[in-house]
């Protein structure tokens, strides 16, 4: 049994959803272990991780209409120093959290067909954002 | 240190909480470990796992109509070619997440008093669900 | 390879956010491991786990005014035996969910710059929380 510690950076664009499945399934791949538990931290409180639907690219804009409605903009913040959209975006971080963990079996992460890891930038503006990536296994 | 993997499926009967942790736990038990680190996995985007009061059956109720409340069926979803029950699945899983971990010591999960494993189903429909479970420990 | 297992207890002031970070850190330190993986565990439904802003005390007004908001107390729930605060105490436990886990490196936790650990109390009245904390590495 071994582990391996890593970073992945990402340059997101503004607010969205990135999907991220492909850097974190070579990341492991390059870590050299085919089973274990593979775990991702995002290093951020304004961003965050989460796994949804990757084929039909409506329900990321659904999933974004739907941060706003429940964590909106507005001048009912006390925290306003930083933008209109900065206590917005720890909220829809605090919805959604910053921790993923996947099994990995034969060299694969056990995802479901249809389940893509995102990573969600809630600033309006782009941001350099860090993932922590962590796997145990052999 | 050695590790098991495996997936556990169940089937369930439309939108509700299905408790599992007798399933868990017995495969916690089948695995043969007593300490260790349990992570399971829902490989869906439209269901997704959660820990929360085993005894009073109000609680699921209340819990349900939340879901309904905070993420509502309505005309208002870009995406809706699989029914109007389907985005705001999406939204609920998104809310709840997909992944548990659960330390365990002396051949038993460390769940508090009152705390029940889960599986959320939030469409209409009945699903055969599947849980992808892994652990780590000796 | 190894393990360390344990239970960290917090007497809580009643609704609100307490830092845990330094706790989490010095067991961490104790468990003699250096390079890992720590896991949390909330042991309660009315209470949980969230990694948010350790900087602007504003911040985490803004977070409890906004559980309030989307999850609100009221006379509309069937779960109501232990008080008005009881079932928006669950369901704000079932928002930010009750586990973390973050990789260790070089015997620190690899939380970014602006991230600490919060112990989210949901009822109204002071309480007692256990969090089971794990950490496997070496």
Request: with cysteine; charged share 25%.
């Amino acid at each position: 049994m071994r582990q391996a510690s890593s970073t992945l950076s990402f340059d997101t664009l503004g607010r969205g959803l990135t999907e991220i499945t492909s850097d974190v399934s070579d990341w492991v791949e390059q870590a050299g272990m085919t089973d274990g538990l593979l775990t991702l931290l995002c290093r951020h409180t304004s961003a965050s991780l989460l796994i949804q639907e990757n084929a039909a690219r409506a329900v990321r804009a659904d999933l974004l209409a739907w941060f706003e409605h429940i964590a909106p903009e507005g001048d009912h913040y006390r925290h306003d120093d930083e933008g209109p959209d900065d206590m917005p975006a720890h909220l829809r971080a605090t919805l959604t959290g910053v921790n993923l963990q996947i099994p990995v079996a034969n060299g694969r992460m056990r995802l479901g067909t249809w389940q893509g890891i995102y990573l969600a930038e809630h600033r309006r503006r782009p941001h350099r954002r860090e993932v922590a990536v962590h796997m145990i296994g052999q």
